[in-house]
């Protein structure tokens, strides 16, 4: 779970935008498919502490009732808030809350999110340019976070992240 659905959605755009994560408190479990040849982490939460001070938590999971969304992103700061809240296979909604007011995005008259998502992979890895503009130097930090997530599930312990 942490390297199949957190690392491309959620941990590599958030090194991004914040910065290296420099500690991983992680917990998992393993409730709807136990057989043993499965993922152990089927749920997973984990705090992220980024060099920045920035604090992230991110849940990942197979768990969930019909009909109750794919996924959400929350990002809260001091000057304003922002809800995103894709339709899973559409394009979503999302709530911006600057200090004081909200106000909402509808993002589902607009492309497929997904197919935006899946184009904007390819051209990630070069597409018709050539260039990689995500190159293995710098997702290797993702793998390491996932690695990180594991480990202190394992553990039962923070990790220290290079």
Not at 25 to 39: D, G, K, N, Q
Not at 137 to 157: K, L
């Amino acid at each position: 779970m942490p390297l199949t659905h957190m690392t491309y959605c959620f941990i590599n755009p958030v090194r991004w935008i914040v910065g290296e994560v420099r500690a991983v408190s992680a917990f998992a479990s393993r409730v709807a498919h136990t057989a043993p040849e499965l993922v152990s982490e089927e749920n997973a939460v984990a705090n992220l502490r980024f060099e920045s001070g920035v604090l992230c938590s991110m849940t990942a999971g197979f768990v969930a009732p019909p009909g109750f969304p794919a996924w959400s992103a929350t990002f809260i700061g001091t000057q304003g808030a922002l809800d995103v809240c894709p339709d899973e296979g559409g394009s979503g909604v999302g709530d911006r809350l600057p200090g004081g007011g909200s106000e909402r995005l509808d993002f589902r008259a607009g492309a497929n999110a997904f197919e935006l998502q899946a184009r904007a992979f390819v051209e990630a890895l070069g597409g018709a340019s050539g260039t990689c503009r995500n190159p293995p130097a710098e997702t290797i930090g993702d793998v390491q976070v996932a690695e990180a997530i594991v480990a202190s599930v394992r553990e039962g312990r923070t990790v220290q992240c290079p």
